[in-house]
Structures are given as structure tokens and as C-alpha cells.
């Protein structure tokens, strides 16, 4: 039986030219022209929205939730990304900011950020396992996570399996609701606002756990205009006191604000997905050996520049520093809180190899298909063009083997057959 895929990166076909721009980038080859549209081939797509960003037509997008998804639930409450707080100015702090959710008609905000502190601490603790294999591989992106499955399967026991603090937060607000206002777990819905595509493939389809504690995702993108409408009208800073998150919480909405946060060892920090392709290759050669912790994203400046987000990545790090320096200065915001709790946090789902290249169940079959790649990438021309519509020549190759395209796809070999007739007509004549 074939596996159903859910992605959050979908295609309008009404806006697709066909241009071939999104089969050049994408990192799994996950995409194809076929009749003047693109196609996109769940097995391989990771909803890392490569597509999203370089699609000059905007026929790429990602599927979210409506923003009156929230009217669902008596109790509502909103989880930012850190990487809102990048979004707005200096003149817009994270207390207007979370002001501004509670006026737009959430009941509780409880930052990601918080998760993410509680998430270091249970990673540190990770890290002391001296059993564990090397390098560690941070699991908060998911769309790293699933471009692991399809392509790094040696790497998916290096995987760090401590939950996200997205999935953190969203368990801990439930609960911290219900014990504090006694409100009733059934009643409460709870809302990731979110920069990313794969995060919305992560709530729909977890790999974490068996079933997602997020119940929507809201785009930055489309919570952007109404917070800052609402922000331009505030008064003051009212209502109960909020407990902010640390600086280092913050900070994993950029490269690097993960791994800096572990205290011990060699880390890298790793962003962009082309980037990301190369430093796992050398860990799959034994490369990284003398590294102990590797945190990859996907997107360009990290979270900062997720395919949901407003603002430019570099302006929005600018804003996020800016954020960051101000809760240094305040030294009750400034440290690490070590929380006394981090059991419970490990995966309760397994992460599994997910092949993208599987031929045929027959072994003996799939060697000949693969033979039979060889010899026909080895015919091409190795231009990789993508005018066949497909990424590379060896990608037109497998189509051919697969029965979803033909040879004279590529125009060269179309020119060569449309000659070798012409030839044949003039003899005849």
C-alpha cells in the first residue's frame, strides 16, 4: 500500500508559467514541469519552502490555518515563535507585542522561547550520555528532520530526540492553564504562530509523537498586519505581569541561538538547506567526528527567514539583537532558567528511513532499472538544463525508467530525432 504524505507547501496551478525556477532549488528534487505546469512529488517534497521563495509567480504556498480557527475554542492560546519578535521594529517590544496577541483575542500567551530554555536544559542533559553517537543533530527543524529520512538515513540515530519546544510549549500551556485557572483541557485551543511551512507538515503528520498538542497554526504572514494595527493603537502596557523568557530562548529564532546555549563541546551551527546538504554530507563521510552538536536549518538566518515570515532575514536578526540586548541589560531575564523538570521531553514516535529512490520490491528488478538510469543518463547530454522539466539529466533519467517521461523530453534529443527524419526524407526524395 502506498504512504499518504500531508504537506503544507502546495501548488496553484492557475499561477504556474512552468518557468522551471523551483525545479533548480529544490533540495530533493521533489518537483517536475510536465505539460506547462510544475508538479511536486509528495514522496520527496520536505516542505522546507525553497519553492515558496524562489517562485517569481507566487503559484507556490503554503497551506496554514484561517486566523477565525480560533473562535473553536472557549479558551484560546497563542505560542509566538520567537521570530515574531524579529518582525517589528525597536519601537515594538515583546511586552506590546504580547499585549497586542491578548487584544487580538487570545486568552494566555506563553512564549516559545520558554520551551526553548526548557529544551537546552534537557539537551545538555542529552548530551552527557556519553552512548549517544556523535555528531548530535539538532531535530527543532523539521523540514531538516525529514530531509534526513529521504536522503541521510545513517544520520536519523543522530538525531537529537528531545521534542521541539513548539510541541514543549504547547503541553506545558495547556497544562499551566488548566492548573491555574482550572479551565478544562477539552476547552483549550492552542496556536503555534509560525514562520514555517514544515511546521505545519509537523502538527498535521508528527514525527515527535503520536499526536501533535498544537491544535492550529497561524502564518506570521497573516497575524502580521492585525498585531501591528492593534500595536499602533495601545495606549500602555496593562494587565497582568508576564513572565518573559531569557535571552537565550530568544535567540534560537536565528543561526546559532541553539547550540551557543550548550555550555559543553564542539558545535556548529549550520543555515540555508544547500548548506545544511553540505555539512551532513561530511558527517555521513566521518568528518564531524571531533564535533559533538550540529544544529541545521533549513531556511536562510534560520527561523528569521522562514517562508512566513514579513520582514528581510538580515533586517529582522537586526530587530531580534536589538530585542536580545535589552533583555541582557536586565539581569532577572538574563540567565538560563534551570528548570527543575525536563523528564518526559523524548519522542515517543520513531523516526524512520523514508526512500525516495526505491525501484522496484524485486531486488534483481531495481538493479536492472538502475542499470538501465546509468545508460541512459550515460546517452544524455549532462547539461542539466531543466528544460526537459526536470531537475538534472539523471532525474529525466529515472522519469524515463519510472514510465512518467520519455526520452525526446530533452530538446536535444528531439532536435537529434526531428534530424535523423528530416535525413530520412531527404534520401527518400
Known amino acids: 500500500m502506498k504512504q499518504q504524505y500531508f504537506h503544507s507547501v502546495t501548488l496553484d496551478t492557475t499561477r504556474c508559467k512552468g518557468c522551471t525556477n523551483c525545479i533548480k532549488y529544490c533540495p530533493t528534487e521533489a518537483i517536475r514541469v510536465r505539460s506547462g505546469k510544475a508538479v511536486i512529488i509528495k514522496e520527496r517534497c520536505i516542505d522546507c519552502g525553497v519553492c515558496i521563495r524562489v517562485c517569481p509567480y507566487h503559484a507556490k504556498k503554503a497551506v496554514t490555518d484561517p486566523l477565525d480557527i480560533i473562535k473553536k475554542y472557549s479558551y484560546k492560546i497563542a505560542l509566538p515563535a520567537p521570530t515574531l519578535y524579529g518582525q517589528f521594529g525597536p519601537g515594538y517590544s515583546r511586552e506590546r507585542i504580547v499585549l497586542a496577541l491578548k487584544q487580538y483575542g487570545f486568552d494566555y500567551v506563553f512564549e516559545v522561547a520558554r520551551a526553548a530554555e526548557i529544551v537546552t536544559n534537557a539537551t545538555e542533559r542529552y548530551m552527557s550520555n556519553k552512548d549517544i553517537k556523535k555528531p548530535v543533530i539538532s531535530s527543532a527543524c523539521p523540514a531538516v528532520v525529514r530531509f534526513i529520512q529521504i536522503r541521510f538515513p545513517n544520520l536519523i540515530d543522530n538525531l537529537l530526540r528531545i521534542e521541539s519546544p513548539m510541541e514543549v510549549a504547547a503541553a506545558l500551556s495547556k497544562k499551566e492553564v488548566n492548573e491555574k485557572y482550572g479551565i478544562p483541557f477539552e476547552d483549550i485551543g492552542v496556536f503555534f504562530i509560525s514562520p514555517c511551512a514544515a511546521k505545519v507538515t509537523s502538527v498535521k503528520e508528527p514525527y515527535e509523537n503520536r499526536k501533535s498538542n498544537v491544535d492550529g497554526v497561524l502564518s506570521i504572514k497573516d497575524m502580521f498586519l492585525p498585531i501591528l ?59 564531524l567526528d571531533n564535533i559533538d552538536f550540529l544544529e541545521v536549518l533549513a531556511c536562510p538566518e534560520g527561523c528569521l527567514g522562514g517562508p512566513l515570515t514579513v520582514e528581510n532575514p538580515f533586517i529582522a536578526k537586526v530587530n531580534l539583537n536589538n530585542e536580545i540586548e535589552k533583555i541582557k541589560k536586565n539581569q532577572a531575564h538574563n540567565v538560563l532558567k534551570k528548570h527543575e523538570n525536563v523528564d518526559g521531553l523524548e519522542w515517543k514516535s520513531t523516526v524512520e528511513y523514508r526512500p525516495i529512490l526505491k525501484l522496484d520490491d524485486d531486488m534483481m528488478k531495481a538493479l536492472e532499472k538502475m542499470n538501465k538510469i546509468d545508460a541512459i543518463t550515460e546517452g544524455l547530454y549532462g547539461l542539466d538544463c531543466g528544460a526537459c522539466g526536470a531537475p538534472s539529466c539523471r532525474a529525466l533519467a529515472e522519469d524515463i525508467v519510472r514510465g512518467n517521461a520519455k526520452e525526446t523530453d530533452c530538446i536535444f534529443k528531439l532536435r537529434e530525432k526531428v534530424n535523423s527524419i528530416a535525413n530520412q526524407l531527404h534520401q527518400i526524395e
Open 229 to 287: 494595527d492593534i500595536m499602533k493603537k495601545q495606549d500602555a502596557i496593562t494587565g497582568e505581569p508576564f513572565s518573559l523568557s531569557s535571552a537565550i530562548g530568544v535567540s534560537w529564532a536565528g543561526t546559532g541561538g541553539e547550540s551557543s546555549a550548550i555550555n559543553d563541546g564542539r558545535r556548529i551551527a549550520v543555515h540555508g538547506i544547500q548548506n545544511v546538504n553540505d555539512i551532513l554530507e561530511e558527517a555521513v563521510q566521518g568528518n
